[in-house]
Structure formats: structure tokens, C-alpha cells
């Protein structure tokens, strides 16, 4: 096997790994396995001290009340 078969397949598999990382915080596992398919360690090192993503509270919805016509 050529040497940078090895160094792709690392880095591949750290992207993997950082998309789970970044999932785990309340990123983005697709966008931070695209950047960390750029980036390798760097990214890695970005996901740890980036602090975690507070979930976001759901918005109010109406409710709509259809009465039937024996509720009249």
C-alpha cells in the first residue's frame, strides 16, 4: 500500500469522527465532516473548545379547534 493511502485514510476517518464529535455538541455533523475534510486537527481541536449548542426552544403554535356539527 503507498504511503499516502495511509495518510488519507487517517484523515478520513478523523473527519468521521469529528462529524460525530460535532453531532454530540449540537452541531452540524455534515457541515463540520465537509470542514474537517479541509482542516484534519484543526477542525478536531475548533469542535472541542467551541462550546456546545444550546438547543433552541420550540416556537408557540395556534391550535385550531374544528367543531363537528353533533358539538353545536
Known sequence: MPP???YFAGWGTLSL???GLAQSKGRSG???WLVSL???PLATFLIVVLP???PREPQPTATVRIEH???R
Open 4 to 6: 499516502h493511502s495511509q
Open 17 to 19: 469522527i469529528n462529524a
Open 30 to 32: 455534515l457541515a463540520w
Open 38 to 40: 479541509i482542516l484534519g
Open 52 to 54: 456546545s449548542v444550546e
Open 69 to 71: 356539527e353533533s358539538e
